[in-house]
Structures are given as C-alpha cells and as structure tokens.
C-alpha cells in the first residue's frame, strides 16, 4: 500500500493498492462515515469495496478507476464541452445527491468512458447551490475558455 496524498488540514490520507484507493480519516466519528456509506451506495455502489473503523481512524476502500484524469487532458472547445456535458448528465443521474466537487482531477477518462472518483462531498444540496459550484469548478478548471452560460 502507498501513500499518494496526505491532506493534514482535512485529516486524511489516501493509498494505493494495484486495484484500489483506500482512505483513511481522522477527527470524523464513525456515525459521519455510516451515512457517507450509504449516500455512496445510493449514487455508485460498484464503487465501495469495504469500509469500517481503524485504530484512531477510519477507512474505507474504493474501486481503482481505470483511465486518465481530465486534467492531464489539451483543452479544447470540444473537450469543455464534452466534460461539461458530462458533468450536467452525471448530476441528472445522481440526483437528488451531487457528486460536489468537479475538479478536474476527480474526473477519469477511459477512451469513452467519463467516471467521477473522490465522491468524499457527495450530498443532497439546493440544486443552484449543485450548478453554481459546478460553473465555478469548471470555470476555475478552464479559465476564460469556459462558458458559464453552457450550465
């Protein structure tokens, strides 16, 4: 297992393994992490492999999601619009929950295939509260190239 990102301010470390991403908290109680489970279940239960409390943390193991991150990706008007596109569509399909952050990173390519990964935000929130943190995610992501309108 290896360490790949350590947030000190959000207390939390993330692993690898060769087929998973696994999580650890700290300063949550084990109640904050019952009800992540089962919003995550509700919007991508392929998703969690195993999740349960640690010795002064507590953990959960994700899918390894094959592909490349978008942010590695040329930003060209046909590819905003395509991740645009994407983001919009994958609201729609979890909604009433939104996946809550659109950085570019958290989205992974796979020829096709578009999948969100670190769903650590996934709640219910105000639909305009949902499209307008996508608008400022994407527009951070993609500059003056990004029509906010397109949302």
Do not use: Q
């Not at 989205?107 to 105000?126: A, R, S």
């Amino acid at each position: 297992m290896e360490l790949v990102k350590e947030n000190i301010e959000k207390e939390r470390e993330v692993y690898k393994t060769d087929t998973s991403y696994i999580k650890h908290w700290h300063g949550k109680d084990f109640a904050w992490l019952l009800a992540h489970i089962k919003r995550l279940e509700r919007v991508r239960p392929d998703y969690i492999i195993n999740y349960g409390p640690g010795d002064g943390f507590m953990w959960a193991e994700f899918a390894k999601l094959e592909g490349t991150p978008a942010s590695e990706f040329e930003h060209t008007p046909e590819f905003i619009e395509r991740i645009t596109e994407y983001c919009v569509n994958n609201y729609k399909e979890t909604y009433p929950y939104a996946h809550g952050d659109w950085v570019l990173s958290n989205i992974i390519i796979n020829g096709n295939k578009i999948e969100m990964c670190d769903w650590d935000n996934v709640d219910k929130y105000p639909k305009e509260e949902v499209l307008e943190k996508m608008r400022s995610d994407l527009k951070s992501a993609f500059g003056d190239k990004f029509d906010p309108t397109s949302i």
